[in-house]
């Protein structure tokens, strides 16, 4: 008697997996979320695209809060290159934003250096009167040091808009120093007993283990340093001198409320004010996000 043959199994077909009715779960909680971020962008965004819609605009149309022009006027920023040395300007903002930016990082980062890798008696009270200075106002300090630039005849050039820099800055002392105090300290006692020296420790090892922060604090002087306008108030008197920001006031006190009422003029300037640092933050975003989450993440 032949021996019953078995038909072959049935190809199982593989249940259907609940992640995707998951996954499309999390998305429909993530909802609110995205609808308010884009709430908040569209926020934050608004008054950039009406300044750079206004801009572009005839004088009659200015304050219409319409964002795309009925009729563009790009000849604004031709009138603001003839009404004002707008590159000379430009120029004398960058020499001195980089100047800032790169003298506060570099002794910044030295001082960090110094409280997060020595050990030495007085360390912490030394480090806490560093950030006590913080609390300091700056309007406290203001007029001392008008004079002491004045005592050095200084105090009518550009020196005193980032000199001052080269001696440091508190707040990025104390955001550098949280950064070298994540590093593992292994790495550098190896490199002390293969000879290497205090500085090449700085500048071999632990500067480019913290080049984000390092490009964090540059960014963000880079920026304080383009937009400040108080000191270039107090210290310069020659238009030739003046950076953007002091510029845009002599254009606003010329074509604006006190002025002549050429508002498209000044908002022009205020364009060309503005799109450096915008550019700068759109180049240097990748670094400057991943500083901060790894110094969020560092406490």
Not at 242 to 257: A, C, E, V, W
Request: net charge positive; proline share 7%.
């Amino acid at each position: 008697m032949a021996a019953p043959t078995l038909a072959p199994p049935e190809p199982t077909r593989p249940a259907e997996s609940a992640a995707p009715a998951g996954g499309r779960r999390r998305g429909w909680r993530r909802l609110p979320f995205w609808v308010g971020l884009t709430a908040a962008s569209v926020l934050f965004l608004y008054p950039f695209a009406w300044l750079v819609s206004a801009s572009l605009k005839p004088r009659s149309q200015v304050f219409d809060n319409a964002l795309i022009p009925n009729e563009f006027a790009w000849t604004n920023f031709v009138r603001i290159w003839d009404a004002a040395p707008v590159l000379n300007w430009f120029v004398n903002s960058v020499v001195v934003a980089l100047a800032a930016a790169t003298a506060v990082t570099v002794s910044s980062a030295l001082v960090a250096f110094g409280f997060a890798y020595f050990r030495f008696p007085g360390r912490n009270v030394l480090f806490g009167l560093v950030l006590a200075t913080m609390m300091l106002p700056a309007a406290v300090t203001m007029i001392p040091v008008y004079l002491i630039w004045n005592s050095v005849g200084l105090a009518t050039t550009q020196v005193p808009l980032w000199a001052a820099n080269l001696f440091g800055s508190a707040f990025y002392v104390f955001l550098l120093r949280q950064f070298f105090l994540g590093l593992p300290r292994d790495i550098f006692e190896a490199a002390r007993i293969d000879g290497a020296s205090y500085w090449g420790l700085f500048w071999r090892i632990a500067v480019p283990l913290c080049k984000p922060a390092l490009i964090v604090a540059f960014v963000f002087e880079l920026k304080a340093s383009w937009s400040d306008l108080l000191k270039p108030l107090i210290y310069l008197r020659d238009p030739q001198l003046f950076t953007m920001p002091r510029g845009l006031k002599s254009i606003s006190d010329q074509f604006g409320q006190s002025g002549e009422q050429q508002w498209e003029i000044v908002l022009a300037g205020s364009v060309l004010t503005t799109l450096p640092m915008v550019i700068v933050f759109f180049l240097a975003q990748r670094h400057f996000v991943y500083g901060i989450a790894t110094q969020g993440r560092k406490g």
